[in-house]
């Protein structure tokens, strides 16, 4: 049985492509697949489970040596099982930057593409046995393209993103607006989870200037749920900073539909990473970053202190 | 200018699949590209560089930060110049084992297969593309293609490497198993290299048991042009292996047409080796391992001390 999944702390496409491949898997190539998580689906993720009849995959917390698996939406060893490196490791399909610390025991199939969705790298790859996909299957493309391209406004989108997602809308008769508006509430609906959930949710391990930081982004339609609750969530920082073993959180709320974010300034460290990285102007304790939507194209490759 | 290479030490692949790919590059994607070599050619790439009409590429030693540079046949970074991670690297094209060591300073594309070629791969990547190619290009791909099987005996080869490779003889005419032959005794013809230069001509670092290797293989039709030199060769092997920072060199001369190696056993570790990865009896200085002749699959993997 081979064990398709995608990063911890899932989304949208990490739980929808490893759902993808895993039928790909077993109804064209004719393996045995199964998708498998490495945490609880957030709101979005689940909202689309549901939506197109998924039950949703098994959470697992290692993989065990020679265990046979797929990584899909991440190369990156820290988002994955402590023992991965010990899989058999068949294949990698992925849209990240390389970060260098996965090795295979022989040559495998990896595909990276700077596409803006792995289900999309996933929709090329299939050709035309994509043909075959089941509506649900299709559907599940179809949100991880909306997820990761915030519906077309995140910069990571292309034109290859764009043209398969309108492609899949039309054949299955879903209007993207409406269904993205769904998704976006699903993803909003925050109000459940623990202040240190949430600077966890979406979030990156990233190192700059000799300090390591949590790089959070909460996507949401209502950034105002999640900046009423401002001052437990940075007094949550240090916490979970010193649980995670970095210097810092940064949590960017993303306003989708304003395409800006808010960056919580919660000490003079991320007052110097807001000015340093954004050429921001702080006053009080949160910047607004116009435009800044996309962590892989705007923040990452920005951060500076 | 895109700057496209092989690892170092160049072989065919190493060579002729930078020289496809610039070209592919150059008159299909319109952009500006050139192949580059990170060390001179062996006897058989420079046979394939005549052969089909190209002059030898720019030997490179290190690239500069910032620049662009696209990295064929290899993920490794001890293959790789120095600065690799410095570079902007676009675009790996390679099927080898990922080693885990590039970084990239975004999401690029990345197509690694388990095929015996290269070429092989680019050519997939071309599509309807490859009919564009000239017959140089053509005759290059074939030649890295038999290269690379050792034309068909190599347990590296697929049947995609086979089908690409009889297409693109059947379409420029070539006889393969004349034009293996010339390869083959092109790549043969090493009277001209020192003991040293052997030792290193195509050879991969590899760690195992706590021992450093330099795992050595010379792929010849003429075993015993390379065997009457043994007694100097092991001389050599200490020096070679105390200037590159490991505690073994271990050659294995491939009999490419019997489809069989002889390791020079130096010492008591290569004896160790031999006997416990190969199961191998040893008595004198040299050992023969029936049907081994791929680095890849049946040296690398079996290795142990």
């Known amino acids: ?30 393996q ?10 957030n709101t979005e993720a689940a909202f689309v489970l549901n939506r197109w009849g998924f039950d949703q ?12 698996v797929v990584i899909v939406d991440t190369n990156n060893p820290a988002e994955l099982p402590a023992s991965i490196n ?12 390389l970060v260098g610390g996965i090795k295979t025991k022989g040559p495998i199939n990896i595909t990276v593409r700077p596409l803006a969705c ?29 997820s990761d391209t915030l519906e077309f406004r995140s910069p990571t989108t292309t034109d290859v993103d764009v043209a398969r997602a309108k492609a899949l809308a039309a054949e299955l008769g879903v209007d993207i607006a409406e269904y993205a508006a769904e998704m976006f509430a699903a993803k909003s609906d925050v109000s459940a989870f623990s202040d240190a959930e949430l600077l966890r949710m979406d979030s990156k391990k990233y190192e700059v200037g000799g300090k390591a930081f949590r790089v959070s ?33 940064l949590l960017f709320v993303v306003d989708i539909l304003n395409e800006e974010s808010t960056l919580l300034v919660s000490n003079d460290l991320v007052k ?34």
């Open 1 to 30: 049985m081979i064990q398709v999944f995608g990063h911890m702390a899932p989304d949208t496409d990490a739980t929808g492509s490893a759902i993808v491949w895993a039928w790909y898997l077993n109804e064209v190539k004719g």
């Open 32 to 41: 045995s697949a199964a998708a498998k998580l490495l945490g609880t689906p």
């Open 57 to 68: 995959p098994e959470i697992i917390t290692d993989v065990a040596a020679g265990d046979d």
């Open 86 to 97: 010990d899989a058999n490791i068949l294949e990698i399909i992925d849209h990240h930057m």
């Open 118 to 146: 792995t289900a999309t790298i996933m929709a090329d790859l299939m050709g035309d046995d994509l043909a075959k996909a089941p509506d649900a299957i299709k559907g599940v493309m179809l949100s991880c393209i909306i």
């Open 217 to 249: 982004v909460l996507e949401t339609t209502t950034p105002a749920i999640v900046l009423d609750r401002k001052a437990s969530l940075m007094d949550s920082m240090t916490t979970v900073a010193s649980e995670d073993g970095v210097d810092q959180v």
């Open 272 to 305: 110097t990473v807001a000015e340093k990285s954004f050429g921001a102007t702080v006053t009080g304790d949160t910047v607004v970053l116009p435009g800044v939507v996309s962590r892989k194209k705007q923040i990452i490759p920005q951060l500076a202190v």
